[in-house]
């Protein structure tokens, strides 16, 4: 059976547990909320109305994609496109190239940078290996003008943080509605945890403020996960509705 992604795949490991999906997630509601594209995610409504329900949405169709097999993983590959065009019908305009490429970038950013956080350090090789996963779902959505390597996209990664990112009202609402919905602790925690993993640039457009002593907080993190009670305080980070959303995720226990 031919899967999407290969089996010994870096991808499946970073992909393969809750906890550093769930670090991926926070990272991209941080940077989600600062793209000049983000009027395009509150025209439907879903988002302003469930942030976390759309955002976890995203994520956990990129984790079905990498999990599934090649004709399966390019079938939901194509209805996303789908989705897409339908919203673009719908407001009588296209989504720009860029918007589409941001959100690719996300994931594998906060791939990397949430598997090194939690984890180790990826080799360069592996960090490729992630790029070029993603590079392929990038193809088959017929996005343009994506790089050719991961070297390539480190580049155009920097240009487009200093392009289409600003903090502006929607900004402000989108973290309005994050803390409304999670409440102020798990808020707190959630801004915590993007202040460890978000760029710089991020980081200051948001006002997060250094999470050095939440690095303590996190070695405990990394600590249950070694004598198995991570799920105890994955929880705390969680409202009920997405427990059992975030443990459905674990590929590796």
């Not at 955002?55 to 990498?66: C, E, G, P, W």
């Not at 200093?162 to 929607?170: I, S």
Request: a positive charge; hydrophobic letters at 45%.
């Amino acid at each position: 059976m031919k899967y999407f992604v290969d089996e010994h795949s870096i991808v499946r490991k970073i992909w393969g547990e809750g906890d550093t999906v769930l670090f991926i997630f926070a990272g991209a509601a941080a940077e989600f909320a600062l793209n000049k594209a983000v009027d395009w995610l509150y025209f439907t409504g879903k988002l302003p109305a469930d942030p976390l329900d759309r955002l976890f949405s995203t994520v956990t169709y990129a984790h079905k994609i990498l999990f599934s097999t090649y004709d399966n993983a390019n079938a939901a590959i194509d209805q996303i496109a789908a989705i897409h065009q339908q919203v673009e019908s719908s407001r009588g305009s296209q989504i720009p190239d860029w918007a589409y490429r941001d959100v690719l970038f996300m994931l594998i950013d906060y791939s990397i940078r949430s598997y090194e956080l939690l984890k180790r350090k990826l080799t360069t090789g592996e960090k490729r290996d992630v790029y070029n996963v993603f590079y392929k779902v990038g193809m088959r959505m017929g996005l343009k003008d994506l790089p050719i390597d991961y070297e390539a996209w480190i580049i155009m990664r920097a240009g487009h943080l200093q392009q289409n990112l600003e903090y502006g009202d929607l900004t402000r609402d989108l973290f309005k509605q994050y803390l409304k919905h999670l409440g102020y602790p798990r808020y707190w925690l959630m801004r915590k945890v993007q202040a460890l993993v978000v760029p710089p640039m991020v980081k200051d457009l948001l006002h997060l403020k250094s999470a050095d002593s939440f690095r303590m907080v996190l070695f405990a993190y990394k600590l249950s996960g070694v004598v198995k009670l991570n799920h105890f305080f994955r929880d705390a980070l969680l409202p009920t509705a997405y427990k059992a959303k975030i443990r459905a995720l674990d590929k590796l226990d």
